[in-house]
């Protein structure tokens, strides 16, 4: 074995070893890898080598931060990289507490991975165009990349607080001193596997906003018709789209009949097919979906990134309300957008719905950064106890906003199709809307700088009461 071959103590779940190994492979070059079941076994590995080297990664028998702590006390020569799923800030801080030399996230490993094969494969091509005989990429040394470079699902963007891709950089040049590989940021002009969602995704794209739940009847359909007004209001260019694809009824809250079909754009999607299919609701709002026969609902649903990136072309912001059964319409909308309102009421059941409705969007990719908790039907006259905080629903770090209960008035206007005049009600709901509407548009860096913009960011927000109120709003509400 050769000076550079490294040795790498692995402990992780069975199923995980061919990623991890494969990982430390594409960063580290020549190595050899031994797998310990027995995290016992590990640390008497650790304390036997002056030169240790750990790498701890999903599905350890113990968690890989008290594993690492005790490592480091038994052996504190010992390097530990710790690779996890859904790395957060505290983790990544009581992780390196801990001892850890690295702490990468999971996802970002397996990219890096896929990025390193597609770089070998267009050296390869390369070499093969400039007539070399031996066109084989034989060099143990890792390519660096550039964050850009990184192959990602349509909209998905990494979450730039937690480790990203130039942790990998840094964690593959501390491991091999020979790298000297040029970065291939601007080599794939016309490689489909660098530009493969371009089309879709154009760099000027207009904000997505989609409203969310994981349970039925929390309101988000009344709540993005109202906040789509409001902005509206403040002449903003608003595309609504409903992608309550099977039996969306926004289009009834604006007095009309039938919905905006779009059926007719599963063979074209372009802007003037759009212009065809929206229905105009005042001179800055205009209505699309959901279709007209829901049989026809799946036809359309692979069509649904395409309508999202093509309206934002033509929108100044798209609101997108979607179905609490998240199907590939809602998981495609949610992976596109640059906001996601993430809704729930103050009933007793809503935080276990929350905290499933947040794994889900983790589990598609959403940095939780890009996720704000909306709990609607709030009572303005108490004081909110933001118990959406617990540590179960995975949103420690987001943005809290409220949504006021409208009472009868609300149902009253959308049952007679006529949403539009709730926006000229002063209510708690109409003045909570208006200001979920203003910080929306602060958040995704279109506030206008006007008068009506102050008021409605300066309108009430923040609920007021005790937990215990809390508790006994909720209890009575499921009793009713």
């Given amino acids: 074995m050769s000076e550079k071959t490294k040795t790498w103590y692995l402990h992780c779940a069975e199923e995980k070893h061919s990623e991890l190994e494969e990982f430390l492979s594409a960063c580290t070059g020549a190595m050899q890898c031994i797998f310990r079941e027995d995290p016992l076994v590990l640390v008497d590995d650790a304390k036997g080598d002056q030169k240790a080297r750990i790498a701890l990664g999903p599905g350890a028998l113990i968690d890989s931060r008290n594993l690492c702590g005790f490592i480091m006390k038994e052996a504190p020569q010992a390097e530990v990289l710790i690779i996890a799923d859904g790395i957060e800030e505290d983790f990544q801080k009581q992780a390196k507490r801990a001892g850890a030399s690295w702490v990468l996230s999971a996802e970002d490993t397996i990219e890096f991975v896929k990025l390193r094969h597609l770089a070998d494969e267009h050296e390869e091509k390369e070499s093969l165009q400039d007539g070399e005989e031996n066109f084989s990429v034989v060099s143990s040394a890792p390519h660096t990349f550039e964050e850009d470079d990184l192959d990602e699902p349509e909209g998905f963007e990494f979450d730039t607080n937690v480790l990203r891709l130039d942790r990998m950089n840094d964690f593959a040049q501390a491991h091999n001193t020979d790298l000297h590989i040029p ?36 309101g988000k359909s009344t709540v993005a018709s109202l906040v789509a007004l409001a902005m509206a209001s403040l002449g903003k260019r608003i595309a609504l789209l409903d992608l309550d694809l099977n039996f969306g009824n926004m289009f ?229």
């Fill in 183 to 218: 970065s291939i940021a601007g080599e794939h002009e016309n490689s489909a596997s660098f530009d493969a969602h371009s089309e879709l995704l154009p760099e000027t794209i207009s904000p997505l906003i989609v409203f969310a739940s994981a349970r039925g009847g929390v």
């Fill in 252 to 480: 009834g809250f604006f007095g009309r009949g039938h919905a905006a079909d779009l059926t007719p754009l599963t063979e074209d999607v372009s802007v003037p097919a759009l212009q065809k299919c929206g229905d105009r609701i005042n001179d800055y709002l205009d209505l699309f979906g959901p279709c007209e026969k829901p049989e026809y609902a799946d036809l359309i649903v692979s069509r649904i990134p395409e309508i999202c990136a093509t309206l934002s072309t033509m929108y100044e912001i798209v609101l997108i309300d979607t179905s609490s059964s998240w199907g590939d319409a809602t998981a495609s909308a949610a992976q596109m957008a640059h906001k996601i309102c993430l809704m729930s009421d103050e009933r007793t059941s809503a935080i276990s719905s929350l905290a499933r409705g947040a794994g889900l969007l983790v589990r598609l990719g959403v940095p939780r950064t890009k996720v704000l908790r909306l709990i609607n039907r709030a009572d303005p006259k108490k004081r909110d106890q933001d118990f959406f905080a617990r540590k179960n629903p995975g949103l420690e770090q987001a943005t809290t906003l409220s949504t006021f209960d409208g009472g009868l008035h609300v149902a009253e206007f959308l049952s007679a199709g006529d949403a539009p005049s709730l926006l000229n009600l002063e209510n708690a709901f109409t003045s909570s809307c208006k200001s979920l509407c203003a910080h929306l548009l602060q958040e995704v860096g279109c506030l206008p700088d006007t008068p009506l913009a102050r008021e409605y960011l300066e309108g009430i927000q923040k609920p007021a009461g005790t937990l215990l109120q809390f508790a006994q709003r909720a209890l009575l509400k499921d009793a009713s």
